[in-house]
C-alpha cells in the first residue's frame, strides 16, 4: 500500500469532532489494534478539517499515546506527521474503497486571543 503524506495549506485548520475510541484489529471488537512498531494501542478520533472553501469530517487514527490530555470537541488541533493510504477491498460483492489516515500524534493548539471590543 501507498502512504502519501499529506500536504496542509498554511490556512489549514482542524477541530476535534469527536472524542478518541479504541481502534479494534477483528470484527467481533475483541483485539485492540495496536501499532506495528510500538505496540501502542490504536486510537480513532474524527477532526473536522477545514481549508479554504471546504470542509469535511476525517476519521484519523493516532497511538493512544499520541494524543494529548484535554481534548474535548470543539477545540483547535493539529495532526502531526498526518498519512493518507487508500484502500479497496471486495465486501459483499462489492467492490468498497476510500482513505485510511493516520498521524504520529495530534497537538493542542492555543486559541488567538480575542480582540478587544473597546
Not at 477491498?89 to 473597546?118: H, K, M, Q, V
Request: proline share 9%.
Amino acid at each position: 500500500m501507498a502512504r502519501i503524506r499529506v500536504g496542509l495549506l498554511p490556512t489549514a485548520a482542524f477541530i476535534v469532532g469527536t472524542l478518541p475510541v479504541p481502534k479494534y484489529a477483528d470484527a467481533e471488537k475483541t483485539q485492540f489494534a495496536t501499532d506495528r512498531e510500538t505496540g501502542a494501542k490504536l486510537m480513532t478520533i474524527t477532526l473536522f478539517f477545514m481549508e479554504e472553501d471546504r470542509a469535511e469530517a476525517l476519521k484519523i487514527t493516532v497511538p493512544e499515546t499520541g494524543l494529548p490530555n484535554g481534548l474535548k470537541p470543539g477545540l483547535p488541533v493539529k495532526p502531526v506527521e498526518l498519512f493518507a493510504t487508500p484502500w479497496a477491498r471486495i465486501f459483499n460483492g462489492s467492490l468498497a474503497d476510500g482513505i485510511a489516515y493516520r498521524a504520529d500524534r495530534i497537538d493542542l493548539l492555543t486559541p488567538a486571543p480575542a480582540a478587544d471590543a473597546a
